[in-house]
């Protein structure tokens, strides 16, 4: 790890130039990926080698890998014996970090489902679009949600619901008074009416009197339908088979291999297991590597996540840039025991170089930056962990190549901006009944359209510059968000920043800059003079409006998007100071 290859994959001498001719970045050869078909096989092979070490850990419970290849099975079997799904019919998991995901999940795999996984802070309509759209015929939902999927059922083809509570995996008592505290005294599970549904602990207890035949799909068949976002148009599930996935648990692997013990890691998942980042690094690769996930149901409780944080010695953090910030700010995170801390994680996001220095000093940690898609599984190029560069997103993974393109999509040269794209045995099969949108992306040479502008440097390392939509035209000059964002970032009296394209008669576009502010002395005009010190004059807002918080996404992620689109987006300027 964090040595450097050239195109063969044999290792390169240092300051050695290994991009090629063409422009395309390579991240070398990639090893053993022939050596498993499923990721049931690679699962069951981690069990078997690590059956007496902590896998999943949540609210004080720990699930051993013995225990989670038995409810696994158990799981399992009740669908083969107890139901007509067949391999290849698609489950929903609907739930956020519990104990039940892994099991979910892992048991679905070994009977041949295609998992779904669902976001349970979904809306009706939401969950209406991806339960049609996928087909699902089976579903396991948290009974907090349980409401919601009531007043869609009938719109579905769902014919199998599997209900369970938040406790339900723990022992008694404790199982008891967690689902009683939930239920009746935070009052989170709203009546719902389900009458065809089974609680996934009568399931469980079923499926251990019957026998199991693994009936997992393989290779190129399909694994996962992992749904996007949907920020740019409506949701579509990306299918990721078993050879995506594989390979980059992996590539993963590869790149961590000598940083990571196996069997001797606990990792912090704060992220929800049903977005595609922690689903591979924290339920796929951590579990390939026999290490210990602790798993945060809800990481917007910070003072109760840093209390968990605070009994919990840890050596790998998975986060984003936006938790590292809200992090850093606590006393309470700062008087943490960080002396085990050995790596931290940042994806689904740009990680600042603030945000970043702000980690560094309060845990004494650096943080090394990858970056990936939905349709990537999700990991493409990430900063070796032994020589990260922060404010670029490092290099390709092994087995990954990566090009940056212009309109027409000629490779443009080191050091100019163009769009990114990646090939390599983690890009999806494509998007699920979407040819036309498939086409869009992905073409016949195996080369993913990311949509996101970046730039090679000369030793190979990739700077995103900004997402292709996100880029505000000014008088005819490219502005891109993440560049004015860093700079506001700096700013001592800054929290949060988001810059966005707005209409203007004059330049055709207008920056406007939304700003969550540190304490009550942050003047709007004084910031924008503040800027001008660091930007060229085009790139200076013009309009500066002080939030007390920016829209998110459910990982953490400021939706620019949604800020473009406010009526209060044409607020009245600040005074021009060009």
Known sequence: MGQRFSEDGNEASPGEDVRAANGVESGGALTGL??????????????????????????????????????????????????????????????????????????????????????????????????????????????????????????????????????????????TVINSVVRHVKKLVPAYSLPRATSLRRVLAKGDKQPVSVAAGRGDDVAALQYTGGTTGVAKGAMLTHRNLIANMLQTQQLLGDTLIDGSETIIAPLPCYHIYTFTVNCLFAMTTGQHNVLIPNPRDIAGFIKTLSRTPFSVFVGLNTLFNALCQRDDFKGIDFSQLKLTISGGMALTPTAAKRWQETTGCGIVEGYGLTETSPIALVNPPRAPRIGTIGRPVAGTEVRVVDDAGASVPAGESGELCIRGPQVMKGYWNRPADTAAMLDDDGWLRTGDMARIEPDGYVKIVDRKKDMILVSGFNVYPNEIEEVVAGHPDVLEAAAVGIPDNEAGEAIKLFVVARNDGLDPQALRQWCKKELTGYKVPKYVELRDELPKSNVGKVLRRELRDEKSATAEASPNVS
């Open 34 to 175: 022939e050596s498993f078909d499923s990721i049931d096989d690679i699962i069951a092979d981690a069990c078997r080698r690590f059956a007496d070490k902590p896998a999943f850990s949540c609210l004080g419970h720990t699930l051993t890998y013995r225990d989670i290849d038995r409810l696994a099975n158990q799981f399992a079997a009740w669908i083969q014996h107890e139901t007509d799904l067949e391999p290849g019919d698609r489950i929903a998991i609907q739930l956020p970090n519990v104990l039940q995901f892994p099991v979910a999940v892992f048991g679905a795999l070994r009977a041949g489902l295609v998992i779904v996984n669902t976001n349970p802070l979904y809306t009706e309509r939401e969950m209406r679009h991806q339960f049609q759209d996928s087909g699902v015929t089976a579903v396991v939902v948290l009974a907090n949600m349980a409401h919601k999927l009531e007043k869609v059922l009938d719109q579905t083809d769902i014919r199998h619901v599997y209900v369970t509570e938040m406790g339900d995996l723990h022992p008694w008592p404790r199982r």
